[in-house]
């Protein structure tokens, strides 16, 4: 079965830094892309960028380029986003999700279960 | 790349059928068939429904079907149930080779 773990709920001040975590199993993780998503609170879903953990590309989506780095290591198949200069509106919660390629097109098969990052001024 | 178009809410009494419009451009929507759909309910991760337009993933109720027209895609449930009280996101991308994927504004679905 096919399951990405992600880590728990964080809370931080504006300006410290944070890396969360996205744990994939039941599939070979090297070979997949992973994406990431924003939500911030009752709002709909963003996409932010995604990396091939095989070579580690990555594409971002332009709004957050330089904002966050997505990151991966595939010999423990985890995948990273981190800030190194929280902001008040990156309070959110971020999901990772597994990207499927068929012969036709490719999509989101599998989240992870999101993680909640609160940040107070 | 803007957001693709959803109607904010859609309501249905159970066991009606509803449908779900989602318009783009001929860059996303509109190109052959990379539109996904997306269920979320309150306070969970989103659940994949329906690919390439209109084929669903193992374990998805039948109640759930894709389609296209031009640069607007959509999701009908028929058979509403009370479980399908949820939002849902449709989600296309330009390009397999960028992967820039974008997403609709999402719709609430209410079961009356």
């Known amino acids: ?121 | 790349q803007s957001a693709l178009t959803q109607p904010a809410s859609v309501s249905g009494s159970p066991g009606q059928s509803i449908t779900i419009s989602c318009t783009g451009t001929s860059g996303d929507v509109g190109g052959l068939s990379y539109v996904s759909w997306y269920q979320q309910h309150p306070g969970k991760a989103p659940k994949l429904i329906i690919y390439d337009v209109s084929t669903r993933p193992s374990g998805v109720s039948i109640r759930f079907s894709g389609s296209k027209s031009g640069n607007t895609a959509s999701l009908t449930i028929s058979g509403l149930q009370a479980e399908d009280e949820a939002d849902y996101y449709c989600s296309s991308y330009t390009s397999s080779t960028i992967l820039d994927y974008v997403f609709g504004t999402g719709t609430k679905v209410s079961v009356l």
Not at chain 1, 11 to 26: N, R
Not at chain 1, 63 to 87: C, M, N, P, R
């Open chain 1, 1 to 121: 079965e096919v399951q990405l773990v992600q880590s728990g709920a964080e809370v931080k001040k504006a300006g410290e830094s944070l890396k969360i975590s996205c744990k994939g199993s039941g599939y070979i993780f090297a070979n997949y892309w992973i994406g990431w998503v924003r939500q911030m609170p009752g709002k709909g879903l963003e996409w932010m960028g995604t990396i091939f953990p095989f070579d580690s590309d990555t594409k971002y989506r332009p709004s957050f380029e330089g904002q966050v780095t997505i990151s991966a290591d595939k010999s423990i198949s985890t995948a990273y986003l981190q800030w190194s200069s929280l902001k008040v509106s990156d309070t959110a919660t971020y999901y990772c999700a597994r990207i499927h390629c068929s012969s036709t097109s490719c999509y989101l098969d599998n989240w992870g279960q999101g993680t909640l990052v609160t940040v107070s001024p």
